[in-house]
DNA sequence: AAGTGGTCTAGACCACTCT
DNA sequence: GAGTGGTCTAGACCACTTG
């Protein structure tokens, strides 16, 4: 278990080093040991990882040393602690959806779950616009079509794009049938934990297709969302483009409200 | 100086009362007392404020609990840390703008600090819609129209609602021979620190008269940016509508990013 | 009662900036 | 060299959860 053992201490001087993190601070290193466990499964999601006393003795550093580390993790929503229980794996669970990874919210600013459809699953091959995703153009990837609807009425038209190759054996079946979340699924079935995620947002008028799906008029605005979902690293898990209906619902961007201060 | 002697140690205990932070933890009780002496223009933007160790001193507590308060403020980017220089009070300078207050991008992605031209300000009353700046209905406010370019081409129109009670003798002039940007003159002027933003987004028909000082067609599809910008322990301080055309640039949503990771 | 995370302390040494 | 923030340690005690 100890393969993680760290062989500098306190030479925290010079070149930082291209991706290695050999020379970086002690916590910064166990940080790095940290989440690479995490991307390698060692610890599922919703396990405990080892107590801050044993990760010291393990490691051969103090308990604030560790602290330190998982203290960033915690603040990255990788990690999330629990006086007296435990340092947990961060899990999909619908709340955690719904505040970090859901920005869409009544115009009275009530915050919805919505309902999802999936409405098909369809193999592909990437196009030069699936780029963000890593895959290069004619890579197998799935497309998923997917309905939102809030309190009944259709609000968000998704389609979400990944890469067949890191999601072997996908299915809409697999894709509708699932307990809980979408990142839910990804992180149960596929071991691929998004952590992340960019959006950019513009405003266009609806397409026919989206506008009929979403009972609206076609031609009329609507908001396109462009997300980018990431994993540990920086790793680029998922396309999703939605279009929503803001005549109802809007958009909410509040950093520190995310940040969960 | 040392009016901010504290009375309550290790006390943490029972009810964390509500206002008062009596028995919260110390260093919860030394950032709520940073931030007081900040809101009451204690140390100006630009000001280094005392040492850790001098604080600590002052405060009679140790160096870590100092620490582990001023890494809120600096999380909160209320402050700005520089080893071998001091802490000082962050400025609301171009770049912080361009980086934390400014969420407009080209398609390519490139971030590109757009110039103002104030095209007016008024007098007004406010109205119902303005609640959320804290004014009651009839009180005065300023309102203040704004035409962004990104090189060259016209691409925010913005309305800007103050209470003009928080703003005294505020004209055009002031507003537009200003030496920086718009929450640096705040700043420097009123004291008045803008540290948070909320944003609520919704695409909508171009009005006609904004339509026509973005040199885009009436009815086409818009962005529109409703923002409400806070100072210390959330007290509203600017509304602000921003009607976007995003047929070259988008609003970039990036919680990391814009967190300094 | 045992084990976990949360707070606080005191002190050492390093890295950086300024004079 | 003096002063600042940055890292790291070791240990005490508190608050909370679980068995």
Same mark, same amino acid.
């Given at each position: 278990m100890l393969d993680w053992r760290l062989t500098l201490r306190h030479s925290m001087s010079h070149p930082p080093?291209?991706?290695?993190? @050999?020379?970086?601070?002690?916590?910064k290193q166990v940080k790095l040991a940290l989440t690479r466990s995490l991307s390698a499964s060692k610890w599922r999601p919703g396990d405990a990882i080892p107590s801050e006393s044993r990760l010291a003795r393990e490691f051969k550093v103090s308990v604030g040393t560790i602290r330190k580390a998982v203290d960033e993790l915690v603040a990255d929503k990788i990690l999330l602690r629990q006086q007296g229980r435990g340092t947990f794996v961060t899990e999909h669970t619908e709340d955690r959806q719904l505040y970090y990874f859901f920005h869409i919210v009544g115009k009275s600013g009530a915050r919805v779950a919505p309902t999802h459809e999936i409405l098909s699953l369809r193999n592909a091959r990437a196009g030069p616009a699936d780029r963000p995703l890593g895959t290069n153009p004619g890579d197998r990837v799935y497309r998923v079509h997917n309905l939102l609807r809030i309190a009944g009425r259709p609000v968000i038209f998704d389609e979400i794009?990944?890469? !067949?190759?890191?999601?072997?054996?996908?299915? %809409?079946?697999?894709? @509708?049938?699932?307990?809980?979340?979408? *990142?839910?699924?990804?992180? @149960?079935?596929?071991? /691929?934990?998004? $952590?992340? /995620?960019?959006?950019?947002?513009?405003?266009?008028?609806?397409?026919?297709? $989206?506008?009929?799906?979403?009972?609206?008029?076609? %031609?009329?605005? /609507?908001?396109?969302?462009?997300?980018?979902?990431? #994993?540990?690293?920086? !790793?680029?898990?998922?396309?999703?483009?939605?279009?929503?209906?803001? #005549?109802?619902? %809007? *958009?909410?961007?509040?950093?520190?409200?995310? %940040?969960?201060?």
């Open positions: 080093a291209a991706g290695t993190l @050999a020379f970086a601070p002690l916590y794009t990944l890469a !067949a190759a890191r999601f072997p054996g996908l299915t %809409e079946k697999i894709f @509708a049938g699932r307990a809980g979340t979408i *990142y839910g699924l990804y992180q @149960a079935r596929y071991g /691929i934990n998004v $952590v992340r /995620i960019v959006e950019r947002i513009s405003a266009q008028r609806a397409p026919a297709a $989206v506008a009929s799906v979403l009972g609206m008029r076609a %031609e009329n605005p /609507i908001l396109i969302i462009r997300r980018v979902a990431y #994993s540990y690293h920086d !790793a680029p898990v998922e396309l999703r483009t939605s279009w929503v209906d803001t #005549s109802g619902h %809007e *958009y909410l961007s509040d950093l520190w409200k995310a %940040e969960g201060r």
